[in-house]
């Protein structure tokens, strides 16, 4: 039983930096129907500016996390302005090979300017831990269920009462109809590409402190972040939610099979995906429409 | 179909025969390194290198024309096609490694499974459309690569583990020379079989799953079956290029069988080309492979970048290629080939058009 207690909790504290990873993915791919390779390239970028702000100036991770947000968005509106907006009207295939070109160029740069080498971002509180009986929860994990939480609820909340927010969910239920009543498409589409930039940089900050990063570090983000919003379902924030604790959840549970260990996890993720595309292709939380 | 005008059918004559004239070149030009050319005293034209160089060239010409069968006469965007490659060379390197079969006998068993498992995984993933098929896709050659590596038995990997799976040499005279040959066969293979599916019952089927699955299944096309075996022939072609690739590498692992990269590499490669044709992404494999081994600097013609320690100048290719991706997919949607075969010119008006088409 304790055991299980045990799994359950590490489940619920992985799938907190899930949330984070695929509540941004979610919001793009639902809204601007990208799905968005370059997005582990985006929360690497964000775990870096984290480190640098970190070792650098001494900054607490915790408080990076605004910064993290805020240069994220101004990359990713731009991005999507300059760039990724040209090509919306086009085949999947090229919204794809668009974004994967993206990603090229991030993760080089980044190779360019920071190296191979493993960073990681240790502040001095990150030995410290909830003593719950035999299991130890470390702080920073807790905070960073908190702080993915509460990412949620805030985008949640952007999403559902304010006017950017209803404009995204205009262009969302229709980008011909949102023109026709004054929505600037080519701002709103790369505030929402921003704002999933955005998520993705606070994500990034998360996962530094709680493993080390390199600049390649990104694919497994984008594909882990994939599956969380097929497992949740498309097209709303709650659902991001309960899929990223449920994928965290069966990874704990995965990695817990005598025999299997960690080196399935993509192999567990996919599995999942798959399963749940084809019995349940709206999701666990989603409405067919 | 456009009326082909005079200037377009010169422009398409010239192509081709250039096309002749590069692959006649290619294929001959090997034979200047055999022991009876050589004492012929006729100029050595292809080394060792250029063996290497060459084959991996016409290695990705067969990926990219399987991947087109799938991707580009039928419209399913498959995104994880190296899982089929990573099958054939793993089913060729078990069986001469561990079996001690004969490399020739164990390379026809390498399509076989690619396209077992093809059927197998798509009967459920063809359901799939759009981003959800592309993704699963993907998905199914990530965990099989990890699988490959990590499956144990009795606490010994079964497949080589981490440390990958040495094959013994072939002994072969001109080994070079033996498997770029053997690889051009099979680029051939791709082709024909792309040539006779777009004549064919069913590649009509084919493209009409592409233009409208619900149309194509009313009209009496077994929609399911017509998408599995397109998957599956994609997968033995794909599957025979990694079964080759194998012996000839004579040392396969996770990195190389299952490399994510080449996914993404036969699709730009198909697009840039032309999707739907017989010779685009034969062409545009030619062409993006040219400009990757150019950019590696592993070319003999090479250009020094300036400003560039030669430690970081892979990773300068790596961003001039994610460039070039980005410059390709706004500005060059429907393909290179487009050009080359005279259908359109290239011009600032055509740039300026393909870009009102897609653009917000």
Not at chain 2, 42 to 55: G, M, N, V
Request: proline letters at 4%; aromatic letters at 12%; charged letters at 10%.
């Amino acid at each position: 039983m304790d055991a299980f207690v045990q799994l359950v909790i590490l489940g619920l504290l992985a799938g907190g930096v899930y949330v984070a990873v695929g509540v941004g993915f979610g919001l793009v791919w639902g809204v601007l129907n990208i799905v968005n390779l370059a997005h582990g390239a985006l929360v690497v970028v964000g775990g870096y500016i984290t480190w640098q702000l970190f070792t650098g100036f001494g900054l607490d991770p915790f408080l990076t996390l605004p910064l993290d947000a805020a240069a994220l968005f101004i990359l990713g509106y731009a991005l999507q302005r300059g760039v990724i907006n040209r090509i919306i009207r086009a085949p999947l295939l090229f919204t794809f090979l668009l974004t994967f070109g993206v990603n090229l160029v991030i993760v080089n740069i980044l190779l360019l300017i920071f190296g191979s080498d493993f960073r990681s971002v240790t502040p001095a509180y990150s030995g410290q831990g909830l003593e719950l009986g035999s299991v130890v929860i470390p702080y920073v994990r807790l905070a960073s269920l908190g702080a993915a939480i509460l990412l949620a609820a805030g985008l949640a909340f952007l999403l559902n009462r304010t006017r950017i927010g209803l404009a995204i969910h205009a262009i969302s239920a229709d980008r011909d109809a949102a023109q026709l009543v004054g929505i600037d498409l080519r701002h709103a589409y790369a505030v929402t590409y921003g704002l999933g930039a955005a998520c993705a940089g606070i994500a990034g900050g998360l996962i530094a402190m709680i493993q080390a990063i390199t600049p390649t570090a990104g694919e497994p983000y984008t594909l882990q972040a994939f599956v969380v919003v097929i497992l949740g379902g498309l097209g709303r924030v709650s659902a991001t939610v309960v899929g990223g604790l449920a994928f965290g959840l069966v990874e704990a549970f995965g990695q817990s099979i005598p025999g299997s260990g960690s080196v399935f996890a993509n192999a567990i993720a996919f599995g999942l995906m798959v399963l749940v595309l084809v019995t349940r292709p709206q999701g666990l939380m989603g409405r067919l429409h | 179909m456009i009326a082909t005008t005079d200037s377009q059918r010169r422009w398409r004559r010239a192509f081709v025969i250039a096309g002749a004239i590069v692959a006649g070149y290619a294929l001959l030009a090997p034979l200047t390194s055999l022991d009876v050319a050589q004492s012929a005293n006729i100029p050595l034209l292809a080394d060792k290198f250029w063996f290497r160089i060459a084959t991996y060239i016409v290695m990705f010409i067969v990926m990219a024309s399987a991947w087109n069968i799938i991707g580009g006469i039928t419209g399913y965007a498959a995104f994880g096609n190296v899982a089929f490659f990573g099958i054939g060379a793993y089913t060729t390197g078990m069986l001469i490694a561990k079996a001690k079969w004969p490399f020739l006998l164990a390379l026809p068993l390498a399509p076989v499974l690619a396209a077992s498992f093809a059927a197998l995984i798509g009967l459920p993933l063809l359901r799939l459309r759009g981003h959800y098929f592309a993704v699963a896709s993907l998905g199914v050659g990530v965990a099989l690569g990890e699988l490959v590596q990590n499956i144990d038995y009795n606490g010994r990997p079964v497949f080589g583990g981490a440390s990958g799976l040495f094959l013994p040499i072939y002994a072969v005279g001109h080994r070079g020379l033996f498997f770029f040959y053997l690889m051009c066969g099979a680029a051939a293979l791709a082709i024909a079989v792309t040539w006779w599916v777009l004549r064919s019952r069913f590649g009509y089927g084919l493209i009409a799953i592409r233009e409208n699955e619900e149309a194509a299944a009313v009209l009496g096309v077994n929609t399911t079956a017509y998408k599995v075996a397109a998957f599956a022939l994609a997968a033995a072609l794909t599957g025979l290029a990694g079964g080759i690739f194998s012996q000839w590498n004579v040392f396969i692992n996770q990195d190389n069988a299952f490399p994510i990269e080449y996914n993404v590499q036969m699709i730009l490669m198909a697009l840039l080309g032309g999707t739907g044709t017989v010779f685009g992404p034969a062409a545009g494999a030619l062409l993006l492979q040219l400009l990757i081994q150019f950019l590696g600097g592993s070319l003999p013609i090479s250009l020094d970048i300036p400003f560039v320690s030669s430690e970081a100048r892979p990773i300068i290719a790596q961003v001039i290629l994610g460039l070039l991706l980005i410059v390709v997919v706004v500005f060059v949607p429907r393909g290179a080939i487009d050009f080359f075969g005279g259908r359109t010119r290239l011009s600032l008006a055509y740039l300026r058009r393909s870009l009102r088409e897609t653009s917000l």
